[in-house]
Each structure stands twice: as structure tokens, then as C-alpha cells.
């Protein structure tokens, strides 16, 4: 449905993306995972067809068989919300404080889809309902500060999936809300996302809810796909050594802060910091931080190497062990 | 048994929200209700909960930022919110804060030097304080050049490390923690994570650490308070808490929490 | 990257060195000396010796207008240093102690802005004589409830943030905070609103000097040129516009650059150039 072949964002001499490869088919629920700077989100917006304008994309983005890699905005307009649909972290910012939640989730269906206001009325309504929002009747009249963080969330989720897209795009949806709420929408996505037949596409940094919503995850670095796989195998068995890395300093709540001797046990960490896009090293983009590092990485880029059927790294080291 | 470093007794603390009706009296918001927790140097209390549970309220009082309705913090014994406003000053150089937006903490119009110097200004200790800057700032694992730089030319994690460098310079007894590591990426996490209990090795510090993150507080705290809307729900000793919680809140954080499952 | 300035800012900023740079050229210099009179040459039509001609006493038209540049932008430029200083002040003390004090303070600006200042003006006048210096007092005044309202509203975003929370947790009292944190990031804010108020500053000191309640003769002000020029308007209608033009300049620019400082120090707004 949706394929990324090669396609490369870059910004004069910085590259947010590079040569990133994706097949997104019906029904895929699929987790984004990296940290800030990762490229995560940029590809989150070429796929909606918002790279910014100062960007240089490169590669090929096909929706449906049709190219899209440099299709004009009139074409993505027509795209956006009926093929591919985005949420965001901050669900008040996303949200027109002036305006009634029933109105704000009721202007693509009059728009894109030309149904009048009272048909528009009743698909909100039924939407509102399917998001599990309690008396949806009443809240289509309330502003969005009278709603809850989750709320509006739900109410964000709705209006994204007004025009039955094919894809919904979720971009850190679950940052800002408390535990509870948040792994009830990550619940909702779930459901959602089997009820419709839509593919999911998962956008975080947590691996813990990235671990609870998606089938499959690409792990990012430096603007740079490095792993993919099977969430459960990728998170269980991590090939990648930023992977490694960084599901090794996630804190885990079974183990005990201080061994036998009751000293403190000091959490494993990667060195350093994620560089500036422009200072990235032009092999492997995690190059330098690396605790196994061989000669080869920092010029070369490594090759995507399979693992499984369909599971793959980019990493130097899985090359030289055939 | 030493006494507590702090020691907070039935704290309580409510809120009177804007009024909703001429004819109704202002409602009231029970922010913390009746909230005991102590301690003792060298050791962490973790307190877990979400936004609205209390759990900033909280630091806010041990602060002496906020005074609390009823009940009292009793740091070294003295009680924090009895001092003159003179005295509170002195003896603030003893608890220091790390808060949770690295971009906020730090005024961008001053160097990080500045900035890591004003707890000793405000005391009037003006002598040694560059080299005891350059101290605090390798403590923190950053290089004492780093003074004459301002905020912007850090990154988030740095500036977390230049934060707590601020709080340790007057080298502090209790240093509370709101969300301090809640706004970075998971591996630089960890690094603050291990920083703080470098310090707290170093320095004897008892460390109040709040968080929303249950396995956060789960890798650095000895004991653990968890909080829903203002009351303590349970609390005791970290392994204990994690192996069988008692309350099914607690439950629910720690699914949340955890990668597995 | 470059960040366009803004226009307003580069059309004000070009008037304002227009005035400002007449204003400080005739401390030095004028084509003659303003106040002299030469009866013989009154009414007399622009010329190469007088640029814009003379007026009913014979004195140089172009010179009085310098001249009273000066004495305009001085009574403008004291006026808003002191009545900024004082608001500038009790916005900071109010926003820094809250409470009663802060709504003291506020209750005390909402007077002020009731109170019109040409009234306080004509009672100053009444009590103590019309002279520079009442007419200096009275622009100052109004200026005061200005300047406490946007120094205490700017002040109190600054008090929520991180930074002055720690500098609280150092140790810091109020007084010192204000200092250290307050001002300096809410400067940016202050000196646009002291820009505008410059216009208003100068519109004002017109407005009296007109009434016969600021500069007396022989001080020149642009005010003064103004009511002087009244009575013979049929007679000799360009020594009314002359001044008139010179007043629209002085507010427009400084209304304009004030705006334009605002344009660039708004975030919002600079982010989409």
C-alpha cells in the first residue's frame, strides 16, 4: 500500500533520513522506535507528504502505485485524511481551543466527503462512540479544555479516522499522558486498527508501549533504519548494537537497585550523546559511541543483513560472521 | 537509629479552585491529603504517581516553596516552615532541586558559570566560588571550561548535568528531584540515573526522587511511595513494593513500565 | 540563515534618525539663530537664506523647527525615563511580593489610567505656574500606570518559570531575583513599550505646549509653533502645517519602530521569517 524505496531527506549538507526502505500493507501495525533525533519524525511527515520545503528528498515514495515522491500539495490534500491520517503528541496544541470538539471532527466529512451537517453529525457521533468516549452526544457541544488529556486524545484519534484512511500515523501519542490513559489508547489503537483492517504506523521512544501496540518494529538512528523485525524477537533478542544498547538502559523494574553486597547497581549506558545531523559520521551512523566497533564502520555504510525470514540489521559486525 | 535527614508528618495541602457559582462557595482541591514519609541520609524515596496525584505538591512543600494546611516538614529536625523567611534562605544552601525541563531550569541570559554560582551568592560564601564551579561542574562530568558557555550551546542531557550541578555546589544534605530524567532520551536516562547515585556515593546525599516512570524509580530509589490523586496509596521498601504490590494502581504502573508482557 | 527585519521597523527607524538626527544637529548648529527677530523680513517666502521662509516676527521657520525638535524629543525622552523608571519599579515590586501589595499597585495603575493627563496637567499649571518642567511631570506621570502594568504582566510569566523557581531554591530573595532574572528577560518587552510611548510622549507635550501649559517663550516646541500659528492660519496657513508635519513624523516613526521591535522580539512571529 504504502513504499518507501531509497527515499532520503536532506537539508543542505545534513541528512534527517537517509535511504530509508519501508513496505507498509494492510492491516500492519507497525512501531517507529528511536530516540530524538532518530529521523523518526520526519518520517512520519514525508509519509503525509509535510517535509518541509528547505528539505531535499531523494528516493521514491509510491501510495497505492502511484508515485508520490514529488507530488503537489492539491495531490496530497487529497490523499491526507482519506488514504493516510496522522496523530500528535500534545493533544491540546492539536486541537483549536475555540472550537467545539463536534465541529472540529465534522469539518473533514463536510469537506472531503460532502456529507451535510447532519449526516456529518451522526458519523461523529458513531466515531466518538467507537473511541470509546462516554455520552459522545454531550461532548460534541464541549470545548476542548473541558475534556481530559485522554479525552482529547480520543477525540484526536476520531478526527483522524473521520475519512476511513488507510494508515493512521501516531506520533508520540502517548508522551504526554499519565500510565493508565496511556495504555488504554495504546489498547484503542490496537483495537481500532484489527476492527478496520488499517494499517498502524507507531511513533515513539518508549519501548514499553512501543512492546504493547505493534506486530513489527524498525528501530532508527542517526536518520538511518538499523534494525527491523518482529516486535517480540527485535525486543527479546536485539541484534543491533545501539539496540542493545538501548534496551539495556531502559530500567528494569524486577531487578533491584542495590546487589547483595547493598551496593547501588549502576544502569548500563551508551556513551556520549546522539550528534548534530550535520556532525553524523558518514558510515555507520552509530560510529563512535559504539562498544564494538570495527575498522570499516565509520566510512562505510553497513548493508542491511538478514538475520530471518524477516528479520534484518544494519550493522558491520553481522556481516564479517556469516 | 540516626534521626531522619527529612521527615514529613501528615502533610496536607489544598487548593481553592475559581469559583463555579455566586450562590456556591469556592470548591476546594485536596492536593496532598495526609501524606507521612521520611529520609534518612544516603538513602532515595522514590514517590510515584501521575499529574494531579500530589506528587509535585509534595516537593514543592519539602521546597518551602508552598507552605502546607496542616502537618509539617522537619528537615534536620528543624521544622522548614517555622523559620523566618532570613533563616529559610540559609538554609536552603542544604536541599537543592533538580527540575524537570532542562530548557527551562537554566536562565538564558547568563552563563552556566552564573548560574552554578548563585546558590553560593546567596549566602554571601563570594570567595572560591569559580573554583568550586569548576568543581561542581566536574562532578558532573563536564569540563570546568563549560562555565563561560551559556544554555543554548548544550544539549538536553547536559543541561540536566549542569542543573544538578547548581544543586550540589553548596554541597547540599537532600537534593529533590521532580521528574529530573522525565524530559530526556532513554539512553541519556540512564546516564543522570547513574550520575545521581555516583553523587549520592560521593556526597551522602538523601535524594527525594519523583517520577511518573515506575521503572525509573524502580533502578534508583530504596524506598518507594506511590500517590493517585493526593493520598498515599502504599508505600515501603523498593523490592517489596516491585515484587507484590499491594494495590492494584500499582499494579497498573507497572504494566505500564515494563517491556515485557 | 537571514532574518529580514521587519518594514515597520525599517521605516521607523529611518524617521526616527531623521528626527532624532535634526534634534541633535541643532544643538550645534541651526541655519540661524531661532529666536531672532527681524521684523523688516516677516512673512518672508522660502529662499535660499530661509529655507522654509520666516514666520510673523521675521524669525527663520527652519531654525525654530530644530530648535523645537530639541526641546520635544528632551521632554518626551525625560518624560518616559522617569514616569518607565517608577512603573518600571513598582510593576517589579508588585509582581514580585503579590498579595495586597500587587493589587495595590494595580488598583492605584487603573487610577491613573482614569485620570486624563492633560487635567493633571492644567492642575499642576493651576498650583505651581505653566512651565517644561510641570508639562515633563504630568507626561511622566501617565507614563507610570503604563509602563507597572507591562513590566508586573511580563514580570509574573517570568516568575512561573524553572530558572527563577531554582534561584528561589538557592536561596535567592525577591529583590535580588528581580534583578538577576526578571528585568534582563523582560527588557525586550519594556523597550518596545518606552518606544511607543516616545510617540505618545510627543503628541502629549504638543497637546500642552499648545494649550500654553508646557515650553514658554522664548523655548521653542513644536506644541508652541502650533498654538503661536493658530491666530494667523488665513494669513499664513504653512507655519501651522510646518509643525503639524514634524509632530506626524516623530509619532508615526516611533509608533512604527515600537511595532516593529515587537515584531521581532515576538517568537511567534520571528519563527516564520
Given at each position: 500500500m ?6 532520503s531527506?536532506?537539508?543542505g549538507?545534513a ?12 492491516g500492519?501495525?507497525l ?7 532518530s529521523?523518526?519524525?520526519m518520517?512520519?511527515?514525508?509519509l503525509?507528504?509535510?517535509a518541509p ?12 502505485g502511484?508515485?508520490m515522491?514529488?507530488?503537489?500539495e492539491?495531490t ?8 493516510v491520517?496522522?496523530?500528535?503528541q500534545?493533544p491540546m ?8 470538539i ?7 466529512l463536510i469537506?472531503h ?15 466518538l462512540e ?8 454531550a461532548?460534541l ?16 484519534i ?5 475519512c476511513?484512511p ?5 506520533d ?23 476492527e ?7 511513533i ?5 508501549a ?5 506486530k ?5 538512528y ?10 517480540a524477537?527485535?525486543l527479546?533478542?536485539p541484534?543491533?548494537?545501539y ?7 531502559r ?11 547493598g551496593?547501588r ?5 551508551l556513551?556520549g550523546?546522539v ?8 558510515g555507520?551512523?552509530?560510529s563512535?559511541r559504539?562498544?564494538?566497533e570495527?575498522p570499516?564502520?565509520?566510512g562505510?555504510r553497513p548493508t ?8 534484518s ?9 556469516p | 537509629?540516626?534521626a ?5 508528618r501528615?502533610l496536607?495541602?489544598?487548593?481553592r479552585l ?5 450562590l456556591?462557595p ?5 492536593a496532598v491529603?495526609n ?8 538513602e532515595?524515596?522514590g514517590?510515584v504517581?501521575e499529574?494531579?496525584?500530589g ?6 512543600m519539602v ?5 502546607p ?7 534536620q ?9 532570613y533563616?529559610?534562605r540559609l538554609?536552603r544552601?542544604k536541599?537543592q532541586m ?7 531550569s537554566?536562565?538564558?541570559r547568563?552563563?552556566?558559570?552564573w548560574?552554578?554560582?548563585e546558590p553560593?551568592?546567596?549566602i ?18 563536564l569540563?570546568?571550561?563549560d562555565?563561560?558557555k551559556?544554555?543554548h550551546e548544550f544539549?538536553?542531557g ?10 550540589i555546589?553548596?554541597r547540599?544534605?537532600?537534593l ?7 524530559a530526556?532520551?532513554?539512553?541519556v536516562?540512564a ?8 553523587l ?5 546525599l ?16 530504596d524506598h518507594?511511595?506511590?500517590?493517585q490523586?493526593g493520598?498515599p ?10 515484587r507484590?504490590p499491594a494495590h492494584a494502581?500499582t ?11 | 540563515?537571514?532574518?529580514?527585519l521587519?518594514v ?8 526616527v534618525a ?13 541655519p ?9 523680513n ?9 529655507w522654509l521662509g520666516?514666520d510673523q ?10 530648535a ?7 521632554v518626551a525622552?525625560?518624560?518616559?525615563l522617569?514616569?518607565?523608571?517608577v512603573?518600571?519599579a ?6 514580585a ?5 500587587e493589587?495595590?499597585?494595580m488598583r ?6 482614569a485620570f486624563?493627563?492633560?487635567l493633571f496637567?492644567?492642575?499642576l499649571?493651576a ?13 511622566a506621570?501617565i507614563?507610570i ?16 518559570l524553572?530558572y ?6 538557592a536561596?535567592m ?9 526578571i ?8 523597550i518596545v513599550?518606552?518606544t ?5 510622549a ?6 500642552l505646549?499648545?494649550?500654553g501649559l508646557?515650553?514658554?517663550p522664548?523655548?521653542s ?10 491666530t494667523?492660519?488665513?494669513?499664513a ?13 516623530a509619532?508615526v516613526?516611533?509608533g ?5 521591535l ?6 511567534r512571529?520571528?519563527r516564520?521569517?
Open positions: 504504502f513504499q518507501l524505496a531509497d527515499f531527506v536532506s537539508f549538507t541528512t534527517a533520513l537517509r535511504r530509508a526502505t519501508l513496505d507498509i500493507r494492510q500492519d501495525r512501531g517507529i522506535v528511536g530516540e530524538s533525533g529521523g523518526k519524525t518520517l512520519a511527515l514525508a503525509m507528504g509535510m520545503d528547505a528539505a531535499t528528498i531523494s528516493g521514491r515514495l509510491t501510495i497505492d502511484h508515485d515522491t514529488h507530488a503537489t492539491a496530497w490534500q487529497q490523499m491526507r485524511a482519506r488514504r491520517a496522522m496523530i500528535f500534545e496544541s492539536a486541537l483549536n481551543p475555540l472550537r467545539r463536534g465541529d472540529t471532527v465534522m469539518e473533514p469537506v466527503e460532502g456529507l451535510s451537517r447532519a449526516q456529518a453529525q451522526a458519523r461523529v457521533l458513531a466515531l467507537e473511541v470509546g468516549i462516554p455520552d459522545p452526544a461532548r457541544r464541549m470545548f476542548p479544555h473541558e475534556l481530559s488529556g485522554g479525552q482529547r486524545q480520543r477525540v484526536l476520531a478526527l483522524a479516522l473521520a476511513n488507510a494508515l493512521l500515523i501516531a508520540e501519542p502517548t508522551t504526554a499522558l499519565d500510565a493508565n490513559v496511556a495504555l488504554r489508547i495504546t489498547d484503542l489503537l490496537v483495537r481500532l486498527a484489527q478496520r483492517g488499517m494499517a498502524l504506523v507507531f515513539t521512544h518508549d519501548l514499553a512501543v512492546a504493547r501496540t505493534t513489527d518494529i524498525v528501530v532508527m542517526g536518520g538511518d533504519m538499523i534494525e527491523r523485525g518482529p516486535t524477537q527485535v527479546s533478542a541484534a543491533h548494537p539496540t542493545q544498547g538501548l534496551l539495556a538502559a530500567p528494569d523494574p524486577t531487578v533491584p537497585p542495590r546487589d547483595a553486597t551496593k547497581r549502576r544502569l548500563p549506558t556513551p550523546t550528534p548534530p545531523l550535520a556532525a553524523l559520521p558518514q555507520c551512523r552509530f563512535g559504539c562498544s564494538v570495527l570499516q564502520c565509520a562505510t542491511d543483513h538478514a538475520l530471518d525470514a524477516d528479520r540489521a544494519a550493522c558491520h559486525l553481522l556481516g564479517a560472521t | 537509629m540516626t531522619p535527614l527529612l521527615d514529613a501528615n496536607t495541602r489544598r487548593y475559581p469559583r463555579t457559582s455566586l456556591h469556592a470548591p476546594v482541591l485536596t491529603d501524606t507521612s514519609f521520611t529520609i534518612r541520609a544516603g532515595t524515596l514517590v504517581g499529574s494531579g496525584s506528587k509535585s505538591t509534595i516537593a514543592r521546597m518551602a516553596f508552598e507552605t494546611d496542616a502537618g509539617e516538614v522537619l528537615f529536625g528543624q521544622n522548614l516552615h517555622a523559620l523566618s523567611p533563616e529559610l538554609q544552601q536541599f533538580v527540575f524537570q525541563d532542562p530548557f527551562g537554566l536562565d538564558p547568563r552563563t552556566v558559570g548560574s552554578i554560582a553560593m551568592r546567596a554571601g560564601a563570594d570567595t572560591d566560588t569559580a573554583r568550586r564551579t569548576a568543581e561542581a561542574l566536574e562532578q558532573v562530568g569540563p570546568a571550561r562555565a563561560d551559556y544554555p544539549s538536553g547536559q543541561r540536566q548535568r549542569i542543573a544538578i550541578a547548581r544543586a555546589v553548596t547540599p544534605a537532600l529533590v528531584a521532580d521528574e529530573a530524567v522525565s530526556l532520551d532513554v539512553s536516562q546516564q543522570i540515573l547513574n550520575l545521581l547515585m555516583d549520592q556515593d560521593d556526597l551522602g538523601g535524594i527525594l526522587f519523583i517520577s511518573h516512570d515506575l521503572a525509573v524509580v524502580a533502578s534508583i530509589c518507594i511511595l506511590v500517590m490523586h493520598k496509596l502504599e508505600s515501603g521498601p523498593a523490592a517489596q513494593v516491585l507484590s494502581y499494579q497498573t504502573l507497572l504494566k505500564a513500565a515494563g517491556v515485557s508482557t | 540563515m537571514t532574518r529580514r521587519p515597520n521597523f525599517i521605516l521607523g527607524a529611518v524617521l531623521l528626527v532624532v538626527g535634526t534634534a541633535a544637529l541643532s544643538l550645534v548648529w541651526t540661524h539663530d531661532a529666536t531672532l527677530m527681524t521684523i523688516s516677516k512673512f518672508a517666502p522660502p529662499s535660499a537664506t530661509h520666516t516676527l521675521g524669525r527663520d521657520v527652519v531654525s525654530q523647527l530644530m523645537g525638535a530639541r526641546n520635544s524629543m528632551a525622552l525625560v518624560a518616559v522617569l514616569g518607565g523608571s512603573g518600571v513598582l510593576g517589579l515590586l508588585a509582581s511580593i503579590g498579595g495586597w501589595v493589587d495595590g499597585v492605584l495603575a487603573d487610577l491613573g489610567f486624563p493627563a492633560l496637567a492644567i492642575m499649571a498650583v505651581f505656574g505653566p512651565s517644561l518642567t510641570n508639562a515633563v511631570l504630568a507626561i506621570f507614563n500606570p503604563v509602563f507597572a502594568r507591562v513590566t508586573r504582566g511580563a514580570a509574573n510569566q517570568v516568575w512561573t524553572d527563577v523557581l531554582a534561584a528561589r531554591a536561596g530573595n525577591r529583590f535580588a531575583i528581580s534583578r538577576d532574572h528585568l534582563p528577560n523582560i527588557a525586550a518587552a519594556i513599550q518606552a511607543i510611548e516616545f510617540a505618545v510627543i503628541l502629549a507635550e504638543a497637546a505646549s499648545y494649550l508646557g515650553a514658554q522664548p523655548a516646541s513644536w506644541g508652541r509653533l502650533l498654538s503661536e500659528a493658530q494667523l492660519m488665513y494669513l496657513p504653512q507655519l501651522a502645517i510646518y509643525p503639524g508635519l514634524c509632530i506626524v513624523v509619532v516613526g516611533f512604527l519602530l515600537g511595532d516593529g515587537r515584531d521581532m522580539s515576538d517568537p512571529l520571528s516564520e521569517r
